[in-house]
């Protein structure tokens, strides 16, 4: 005799916003796809210890870039080329339940913003009591599911606005290290990214050697938890040679761009470049991408100290 499950329809439709939250009709611009493949990295910057799986999860609550679509075929390609990977694009929650989340050796979130595991504030507003009863149960277990995937010893690769996700997750913050605090580099503003000093033979920006860039992107500033102590960063934004801006927030003047860290026994790379469709086909951002994966997954050996 089977037995039948009765899911409420509203906590249906919750589940279903939640795990289908991107525009179906979201696409690269044309001609992406062959630059991606173009500037894509020859090879793994180490062999794989074993077939691996990325969790590339995309879903937003709040803003949504148009550079998500050419960042999954970016991450994708990336994968399939080396062979360091392979990605599975996916917004499905279901993949962030405690044994279903163990087939992968890393999540990353690809611009993901606001609280990307609970239902909608407008989906709430049509619960039954009951309804909001389970839907908050499963928040807290796929939070703690995901934290305890991470300090057990698995990897989490945060790009863009990963940063600008889970602000009501205190836990979430500490792990990737800061949270979005605006962006007073528009996306039209050129800027210099400098490699940070003394790692400029680091395993994580070896690609760079040593040699700053210069493009119009997207840079954000960071609040608490963010603080170049308790983190390694990799790239910091050259304040003064970039375009000059108002809305700077931080009396230190520490803009890091990406970092590499460690949370509990789990491996965490975060880089804010991300926000122009163009950053996905930069052959040293794609290769800086493949490092930092590989070394959250576990493959790539790289030195990582901080507070």
């Not at 007073?184 to 860039?213: C, R, Y």
């Not at 119009?216 to 304040?239: C, F, G, M």
Request: proline share 4%.
């Amino acid at each position: 005799m089977k037995t039948k499950i009765l899911v409420p329809l509203a906590l249906l439709s919750a589940l279903v916003v939640l795990s289908s939250n991107s525009p179906r009709t979201e696409a690269p611009p044309a001609g992406a796809w062959e630059k991606i493949t173009n500037a894509l990295p020859a090879q793994a910057w180490a062999k794989p210890q074993k077939s691996r799986k990325l969790l590339v999860f995309s879903a937003t609550a709040g803003f949504r870039h148009a550079s998500i679509a050419t960042g999954k075929v970016a991450l994708t390609e990336l994968g399939k080329k080396t062979g360091a990977f392979e990605a599975v694009v996916s917004d499905d929650l279901a993949h962030f339940e405690p044994q279903a989340i163990q087939q992968f050796d890393a999540i990353c979130f690809l611009s993901t913003t606001q609280d990307v595991l609970s239902p909608h504030p407008e989906v709430l507003k049509k619960m039954s009591d009951d309804e909001k009863k389970i839907a908050t149960e499963t928040t807290v277990r796929l939070r703690k599911s995901l934290m305890n995937f991470i300090e057990s010893g698995k990897g989490f690769v945060g790009i863009h606005a990963a940063t600008d996700t889970l602000y009501n997750m205190p836990e979430y913050g500490r792990m990737i290290g800061g949270y979005f605090d605006g962006h007073p580099w528009n996306a039209g503003t050129q800027v210099q990214i400098d490699v940070e000093k003394g790692l400029e033979k680091h395993p994580l920006t070896q690609m760079f050697q040593g040699q700053s860039m210069n493009f119009k992107e997207e840079i954000y500033q960071h609040k608490d938890p963010y603080s170049s102590k308790t983190q390694q960063v990799l790239l910091r934004l050259n304040v003064e040679k970039s375009g000059q801006v108002g809305g700077m927030k931080r009396q230190d003047g520490d803009y890091g761009v990406a970092w590499a860290r460690l949370h509990g026994k789990g491996r965490v790379f975060y880089c804010s470049l991300g926000h122009n469709h163009e950053i996905y086909w930069n052959e040293k951002i794609l290769s800086h991408y493949l490092a930092g994966i590989q070394w959250a997954i576990g493959d790539l050996a790289a030195k990582v100290e901080h507070e």
